[in-house]
């Protein structure tokens, strides 16, 4: 089992960067794909961008795309997504989410691979 605690959200103005962290407590954080996710008001959580146990296979969807950057530090225990020119549809809160195992063949996408979660942080993005 391990609990996640995001950290690093804010507001920015558009064309901002933010820098989110989740840091995991417990065992076996290496054994965890690990991923982000956000829900902005009315609308359903959405994946963000993954990564597998050992940080080579990325996942992202086509919004963030060349925008985010995902990274993971397996002795820290630690997960990090990098926003760089961001955009008002950014503005949601994040999540940080983890199951232990491996991404399907469709990639890591899917939330109901996810079965361990964090509280969010708040992203808003200003114009």
């Known amino acids: 089992q391990v609990q996640l605690v995001e950290s690093g959200g804010g507001t920015v103005q558009v064309g901002g960067s933010l820098r989110l962290s989740c840091t995991a407590s417990?065992?076996?954080?290496?054994?965890?794909?690990m991923g982000w996710f956000r829900q902005a008001p009315g609308k359903s959580r959405e994946f963000v961008a993954g990564i597998s146990r050992d940080g080579m296979n990325i996942y992202y969807i086509g919004s963030t795309l060349g925008r985010f950057t995902i990274s993971r530090q397996n002795a820290r225990k630690k997960v990090s997504l990098q926003m760089d020119n961001l955009k008002s549809e950014d503005t949601a809160r994040y999540y940080c989410?983890?199951?232990?195992?491996?991404?399907?063949?469709?990639?890591?996408?899917?939330?109901?691979?996810?079965?361990?979660w964090g509280q969010g942080t708040q992203v808003t993005i200003s114009s």
């Open positions: 989410a983890g199951f232990e195992g491996y991404c399907s063949s469709d990639g890591c996408y899917d939330r109901r691979l996810y079965d361990h």
């Open positions: 417990g065992r076996s954080f290496s054994r965890y794909t």
